[in-house]
């Protein structure tokens, strides 16, 4: 097999650079936010809590954009049966960014919360958090396996090696500098990777227009030239399905870690916010580059490049676009410098769901849950043996799961369909408890299961309203297969059925045992008539009645959890609903 020696050493530059800003972020950092009974472990998962707009925006920005989006992008608008009008993970995100900067961002950061799952643990109970663990766990692992195997792909594309080498060799560097560093390195070089990506990909794309064998895209955005004009169009039929699509980027893009991992390290719950709306506007931009590449590829008369007469729609490599108008049409040296900003878009993604993953498993499964007496050097060490796991995981994924991308697909609805609805209530929903938890979490994973899963050639038990039978054709083998489309909007359906069904058996329950219609030794979660649990429900609503929700009153509470539970949700900031964009700190006089 022959290697591209000019590729291999741009590969190489693009990742010793990386690797050496990651070990530079964690030697820089090493010692912030442990000083002054600050813990490893929590600097690990969320910084000192002292990340600035700088390198913060650009991390929050890193949450999305990263190799599956630009891929993905480019892919969307290239396929002929798609277009632009299809390519909504772009704004969809940045949606996802505005409205979780506007309403939860703030509640979270004020709250002092480490992980996402905290709130959870704290309302509904440990064993609720290790129920809601697995979609959350499943949907990064799943993700960082997905992205690594486009990464192999991609560069087996251009430097012309073997993907398994390509693929491991990526994923040590993220797990090695997310070891050393955390959160630091991970913050650090999300702004280096941010930098390669917009200028690899901005630097290829003058190149790739002035291809002679590329048509003017804004004439082939209208007009067939070569295939369908690449804006794409919503047939009257697809609009609910496409309205689902942007509800579920929308709103099951806010409950994910690597998105309050983010949140959560801000220097305050204003910066936080700040945040997430300077990230909203960077998706947009990082968009415009892989847009541009999507239309190119639709433009142009691949009979006269290198690549040959069949288009890649027609070879089934449609989701590689993006490196082969590098490759093809794209000088080498431009491609290789192109290719490496693909390469660091895709660490920018692993490292941040290996890190999340790592870290609600410490935290909220291994300490939590388990080990509350846990030492922080011990949770530290779990942290790094379990970033290690996740990575050989994820990494052990890409290689041997030829569904991967299924696979991401369906957890990440599961992420949209029960822990956005969970995250609504525990936050805004004032009495719910965890026999209403329970109920939503069953409905929602009966009701999206139900709906099927093509690319995971998962059979359908339920048929929702204008369900079609498709078929589709692969060109290389003629192989004809059928699969059920569910054009209703079921997923957006069962989240808000999910979220009902918790607001619903959560009361319906506090009245059958508060009434007495229920005895009380048939509460065996201890979530109604326990004599902290209406405690512990009254005080952690967001809404209070526009009273500042105080230590004192929170007192009760502590007593219920244990010390080691109870010290993780001592507020250290006010929360106020007099408008200020910011809460300030309290201190407990006794």
């Known amino acids: 097999m022959a290697i591209h020696a000019e590729g291999l050493v741009a590969i190489v530059l693009f990742y010793v650079l990386i690797l050496f800003v990651g070990i530079w972020a964690a030697w820089k950092n ?54 632009l009008a299809w390519a909504q993970a772009p704004f969809g995100y940045a949606l996802s960014l505005v409205v979780g900067g506007l309403f939860f961002a703030k509640p979270m950061r004020s709250r002092g919360y480490v992980t996402m799952l905290d709130p959870f643990q704290n309302l509904y109970g440990k064993r609720m958090g290790g129920l809601l663990f697995i979609p959350a766990l499943m949907g990064e692992i799943f993700w960082s396996a997905a992205i690594l195997s486009a990464l192999g792909a991609t560069l087996s594309v251009i430097v012309d090696i073997n993907i398994n080498i390509s693929v491991v060799i990526s994923a040590l560097i993220a797990i090695f500098y997310t070891l050393v560093g955390g959160l630091y390195s991970v ?35 209208k007009e067939t030239i070569y295939q369908s004009p690449w804006l794409g169009k919503i047939d009257p039929e697809d609009k609910w399905l496409w ?34 709306f300077f990230a909203a506007f960077g998706c947009l931009i990082m968009a415009i580059p892989s847009v541009l590449i999507g239309a190119i590829g639709a433009s142009t008369d691949w009979n006269q490049t290198t690549y040959g007469s069949l288009p890649p729609k027609d070879k089934e490599e449609s989701d590689m676009i993006l490196p082969i108008v590098l490759q093809h049409l794209c000088p080498p040296y431009v491609s290789f410098f192109g290719l490496g900003a693909v ?49 050989a995981l994820a990494t052990a ?26 995250l609504l209530s525990v936050l805004f929903v004032k009495g719910t408890n965890t026999y209403g938890s329970v109920a939503g979490y069953i409905f929602g994973l009966l009701l999206r299961i139900g709906g099927g899963e093509p690319y995971l050639k998962l059979p359908p038990f339920i048929y929702y309203p204008g369900w ?32 009902l069904a918790n607001v619903v058996f959560s009361y319906l329950t506090k009245y059958l045992f508060e009434s007495g219609m229920l005895s009380h030794k048939y509460d065996f979660l201890d979530a109604v008539v326990s004599k902290h649990s209406k405690e512990i429900m009254d005080k952690a609503t967001l809404v209070s009645n526009h009273d500042n929700i105080l230590l004192s009153e929170m007192a009760p509470v502590k007593q219920a959890l244990g ?24 201190h407990n006089e006794n």
Request: hydrophobic share 45%; glycine share 10%; aromatic share 12%.
């Open 30 to 83: 090493k010692n912030s936010g442990v000083g002054e009974g600050g813990e490893r472990s929590e600097s690990i998962m969320v910084g000192g809590r002292d990340i600035g707009l700088f390198v913060g925006g650009f991390t929050m920005t890193a949450t999305w954009v990263g190799g599956g989006y630009i891929n993905g992008t480019a892919e969307y608008v290239y396929l002929p049966d798609q277009g």
């Open 187 to 221: 913050a650090y070089t999300d702004v280096v990777q941010l930098f390669c990506i917009f200028l690899g990909l901005w630097i290829s794309v003058p190149f790739a227009l002035s291809n002679p064998a590329v048509s003017d895209i804004t004439v082939s955005a």
């Open 243 to 276: 309205v689902d699509n942007l509800c579920l980027l929308m709103l099951g893009g806010i409950p994910w870690q690597v998105y309050f991992q983010r949140v959560l390290s801000a220097s305050s719950a204003t910066y936080a916010q700040v945040l997430s």
């Open 343 to 391: 390469s660091a878009a895709v660490m920018s993604s692993a490292d941040s769901s290996i890190l999340s993953a790592s870290s609600m498993f410490a935290r909220n499964i291994y300490q939590l849950a388990f080990r509350q007496s846990a030492s922080d050097q011990e949770i530290v060490w779990v942290m790094r043996l379990t970033i290690f796991v996740f990575g």
């Open 397 to 422: 994924m890409a290689l041997l799961t030829g569904s991967v991308y299924g696979l991401w697909y369906l957890s990440s609805d599961l992420v949209y369909v029960i822990i956005f609805p969970q």
């Open 468 to 499: 079609v039978t498709q078929e589709k054709v692969h060109l290389l083998t003629g192989d004809v297969e059928y699969f059920v489309q569910q054009r209703f909007p079921f997923k957006s359906m069962s989240m808000v059925a999910s979220f």
């Open 563 to 586: 010390a080691s539970l109870a010290g993780t949700f001592i507020n250290t900031e006010i929360i106020s609903d007099n408008g200020a964009s910011s809460p300030e700190p309290f």
